[in-house]
């Protein structure tokens, strides 16, 4: 079924990086929703629980070079 989540995401600082978060967690198989913010800096994300998770999420958010809190 699908989920819902938010990431705090630390280190974007422009909307640049609001972009480059978005494109990530889209990217990601099982993702079907994003929206970012940067003030505060956070995701929001809609995704199949069967297909991907937190840690692959926040993977993808350390691989674009920001960190996830928790
Ligand atoms: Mo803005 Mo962010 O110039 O990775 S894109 S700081």
Known sequence: ?????????????CGGCVSSVQKVLSALPGVASVEVSLTPGQARVVYDAAKVDRAAMAQAVVDAGFSVGE
């Open 1 to 13: 079924g699908m989920n819902e989540i938010v990431l705090p995401v630390n280190g974007m600082t």
